[in-house]
Every structure is written in structure tokens, then in C-alpha cells.
């Protein structure tokens, strides 16, 4: 097989879905509204067949196709097939809310699937060209996605912060790659660790460029101070497209992270550790003390992303395998949490009722006692209550972070671990202790109820067998 022939191979994946998606868009245009189901059935087929397409191509290490444009490594398969996941489970989620709402149209998946295709090229780039356009397939197809309900006017205000705001947070990550280019000479990502190393990770120019990365890896990931978008966003957009935002954008973001800094910029890591653990810090204590203060729902949960960047990026602060793994290990579980967190909403959603504030959750153990646990697994787990998969992640990102000496660190997370987990408890107690002010049944069919149920109890199964996820991150980070 020669280079040429390999390197479709390997991107066969990206292709088919590429190519699944133009097709649908031809196809829904022919869609009578009473159809429109098709458009979904078909969408969930195409993430099927590139599931099934990522997972015949096992790899024992990294390979390097299409002129050093493309990357494929075990640790991109895994992201490949927890985004398909990820992106499968909101369109379920997502189904009977935008039938409820007239807004049950094909822009929404294939707007999706384009989406996914951008977090698959972040995933498996090369070089800094193709992140940067795996960035901008990816947030362009966002914007559209958070202005979807035409009709909304805070959806429609929503997206043009993120529009505007993402934009400048573009031209900053694609000033930084100019900067890394000037000094290295390459946009290939294994040439620029290379030429770090010659041209020394003190220089000027490298060390501005990286300044610049950092801004935009931090503004894609929602970390304070770059985090003025994401709760406008997340309370703004419609849930589905919330519950799609809050789940496999953060995967992309995290490969956008570990391509960037720890394979092409490794040999400045004491540059960039130092500027991550403000970051972090700040996101932990800022997305925890500010959730306190919410009413709504999906205000509390995007200040809850903010604090959970705070904890990736402890494990990339790091620097090493351990912490690259605690870091992989906490972004997927985070997308498991988020996921059913976000899909409870749209569960105890109805027609011409959000249930997006936090007094919609009172009572739910008198109306719903399983879906009460559900939500009560997903909370603690959120908080990093043992025996769920939250504490496991917690706890291996605090791991690596105190084997390289941050003691202090590690420390403050904890801190502000005990701050947020009021919080989460609060919604608990509200379903437990609070007389509910809704008497309506949950109108949500049985497709929804039982994959929100299964979700639930893999924050538990994940979390009573921990070893199943952290020992699939230790293989393909080794």
C-alpha cells in the first residue's frame, strides 16, 4: 500500500462521514415534515458505520499519513469512538424535545454530524494548518447550531456572543501558530517538537506564539478568564443544543490541547505549566463559587464545565504520561456526566415547559423516584462522591499532580471540590426534602427513558469497576 493509499486508509472514517453528511443534506431537502425521522435514522446509521470503520483500524502506535497532515494513533481511535458516542446519545436525547417544539428539522443533525467531523480532524491533526481548520469546521457549525430556534431571540443573542467572541479567540490561536511558524519553520507538529529543542524553548518569538495558543486551547475549553461565553451560551441555546455542546466539543478540545502542547511544544513545558495552573486555578475556584449563586439549571451546570476544565488541565499541568492519562480518563468521564446531567433536563422537559431551573427539580422523588436516583447518581458523581466515576477521575488527576511535586495544587482543587459539592447537593436535597411545584407526569418515551437510565448507571458501573476505563487510557497512552 503506498503513503497516498495508506493515508485514505486511515482517514476513511473522516470521509464517510464527510460524505454522509452532504448526502443528507440533498436528502432532507426532499423530506416531507411527517419524514423527517428519516433524516435522524440516517444520521445514527452514519455514526454507526464510522464507529465501525474507526474500530477496524487497530494501531499499535502512531502513523503518520497524507504528508504529515494527518495523525492516527490509539488515543485518537478512543476519542473517535467516544465522540461518535457522545454525539449519538444528544441526537437521541434531543429527538422528542424538538418534535414538542416544531423545531424537529435536518439542520440539526447534519449541522451535528459536520460538527463531528471538525472534533475528527482536531482529533487526528498533523499539522497546525489542519487543527486550525478542524477549529473552524467545528465552531462554525456551533454558531449555526446555538441559533437554530429562529424564533428565540436569547438563542439568537447567544450566538452572536460566540460568534463574535469565538472569532476573536480564532484569530488569537491562528496568531499563535503564525508566531510558531516564524520561529520553527514548520507547521508540522513532529518538526516544530524537533525544532523547539533547536532553536531553544526560551525564544522570544516561540514564547509568544505560545501565549497565543494558550488563549485560544483555553477559550475553546471555556477556562476563566476565557470562559465569558459559555454560560450565556449554554442558557441560551436550546437544551439539545446545550446537552450537544456541553459533551464531544470538550473531547476535541482536549486533543486540541495534548497535539498542541504536549507533542509539539513538550520541550516548553515549564513555560506553558506555569501560565495552565493560573488557569486552573482560577476555573476551579470561579466555575465553583459562582455556581452557588445560580437559579438555572444550565447556568449552574456551564459554571460546573468551567470547574471541570480546571481539573483537565490539572492533569496536563503535569507534564507526563500519568498525567496526560488522568487528564484523557477525566474529559471522558466528564462527557458521560454531562451528558446525562443536560439529558435530565430535556427528560422532565414538556411542551411549553423548559424545567431549566433548579426549583423544577423539587419533588421529582414524589413524581419519579428512579429518575430522582438517576439524577441523584449523576450529582454526586458530578461532585466527586465515591463510589461513582467523578471520585476515580478526581482522584487520578490529583494523583499526577502531586507526583510531580504540586502539593499545593492539589490542595486547592480539593478546596474547591468541598465548594462545589454544595451545589450538587442542593439539587439533591431539592428532590428528596422540597415539596415538588410540578404535578405533570414525565412525558418522555421509552427510547429516552432507558438510554437517560443507562447513562445514570454507568456513572456507577464505571465508577464500582474503575479499572475498565483507566486501563483502556493507560493502553493507548502508554
Known amino acids: 500500500m503506498n503513503a497516498s493509499t495508506l493515508g485514505l486508509s486511515l482517514a476513511s472514517a473522516e470521509i464517510w462521514l464527510i460524505s454522509a453528511a452532504c448526502v443528507l443534506l440533498l436528502v432532507d431537502v426532499f423530506l416531507k415534515d411527517s419524514l423527517r425521522w428519516v433524516t435522524m435514522a440516517l444520521s445514527l446509521v452514519s455514526l454507526a458505520v464510522a464507529a465501525w470503520i474507526t474500530w477496524?483500524?487497530?494501531?499499535?502506535?502512531?502513523?503518520?499519513?497524507?504528508n504529515g497532515f494527518y495523525v492516527a494513533d490509539p488515543m485518537g481511535n478512543l476519542l473517535k469512538l467516544f465522540s461518535y458516542g457522545a454525539v449519538a446519545v444528544s441526537f437521541i436525547y434531543s429527538y422528542e424535545y424538538l418534535v414538542r417544539r416544531g423545531l424537529f428539522k435536518g439542520e440539526y443533525y447534519i449541522l451535528g454530524l459536520f460538527a463531528l467531523v471538525g472534533i475528527m480532524v482536531m482529533i487526528s491533526a498533523g499539522s497546525l494548518l489542519t487543527i486550525y481548520l478542524g477549529v473552524e469546521l467545528l465552531s462554525l457549525s456551533l454558531y449555526a447550531m446555538v441559533a437554530f430556534d429562529r424564533d428565540s431571540g436569547i438563542a439568537a443573542e447567544s450566538a452572536m456572543k460566540y460568534f463574535v467572541l469565538g472569532a476573536l479567540a480564532s484569530g488569537t490561536l491562528l496568531y499563535g501558530m503564525s508566531m510558531i511558524y516564524g520561529a520553527t519553520g514548520t507547521m508540522q507538529l513532529d518538526e516544530i517538537a524537533l525544532?523547539?529543542?533547536?532553536?531553544?524553548?526560551?525564544?522570544?518569538?516561540?514564547?509568544?506564539?505560545?501565549i497565543f495558543l494558550i488563549a485560544g486551547i483555553a477559550f475553546k475549553f471555556g477556562a476563566v478568564p476565557f470562559h465569558m461565553w459559555l454560560p450565556d451560551v449554554y442558557h441560551g441555546a436550546p437544551t439539545p443544543v446545550t446537552v450537544f455542546i456541553?459533551?464531544?466539543?470538550?473531547?476535541?478540545?482536549f486533543a486540541l490541547a495534548i497535539r498542541l502542547l504536549a507533542e509539539s511544544l513538550g520541550g516548553m513545558s515549564d513555560s506553558w505549566q506555569e501560565i495552565l495552573i493560573v488557569l486552573a486555578v482560577l476555573s476551579m475556584g470561579i466555575g465553583n463559587v459562582v455556581a452557588i449563586a445560580q437559579t438555572n439549571i444550565k447556568r449552574m451546570l456551564a459554571y460546573s464545565t468551567i470547574s471541570h476544565v480546571g481539573f483537565i488541565l490539572l492533569g496536563i499541568i503535569a507534564a507526563n504520561t500519568q498525567g496526560y492519562r488522568a487528564s484523557l480518563y477525566y474529559t471522558l468521564t466528564y462527557v458521560i456526566m454531562a451528558l446525562g446531567s443536560f439529558g435530565m433536563i430535556l427528560l422532565l422537559a414538556r411542551k411549553g415547559f423548559e424545567s431549566d431551573q433548579l426549583d423544577d427539580f423539587k419533588g421529582l422523588n414524589k413524581r419519579s423516584p428512579w429518575f430522582a436516583a438517576v439524577m441523584m447518581m449523576l450529582m454526586f458523581s458530578t461532585a466527586g462522591v465515591p463510589p461513582f466515576i467523578g471520585f476515580w477521575a478526581k482522584i487520578e488527576v490529583l494523583g499526577a499532580v502531586l507526583s510531580v511535586g504540586y502539593t499545593w495544587l492539589a490542595a486547592t482543587a480539593v478546596f474547591f471540590s468541598v465548594i462545589g459539592a454544595y451545589y450538587y447537593i442542593r439539587v439533591v436535597k431539592l428532590m428528596y426534602f422540597d415539596d415538588p411545584t410540578e404535578s405533570a407526569g414525565i412525558e418522555a418515551g421509552s427510547t429516552m427513558r432507558t438510554v437517560?437510565?443507562?447513562?445514570?448507571?454507568?456513572?456507577?458501573?464505571?465508577?464500582?469497576?474503575?479499572?475498565?476505563?483507566m486501563d483502556l487510557c493507560a493502553k493507548v497512552l502508554p
Open 246 to 253: 456541553g459533551s464531544a466539543p470538550k473531547i476535541a478540545s
Open 195 to 210: 525544532a523547539v529543542r533547536e532553536v531553544g524553548a526560551q525564544n522570544g518569538l516561540l514564547v509568544f506564539g505560545l
Open 452 to 469: 437517560i437510565s443507562l447513562n445514570g448507571l454507568a456513572v456507577l458501573a464505571l465508577g464500582i469497576v474503575p479499572g475498565l476505563l
Open 56 to 66: 477496524q483500524q487497530p494501531l499499535d502506535g502512531r502513523v503518520i499519513a497524507l
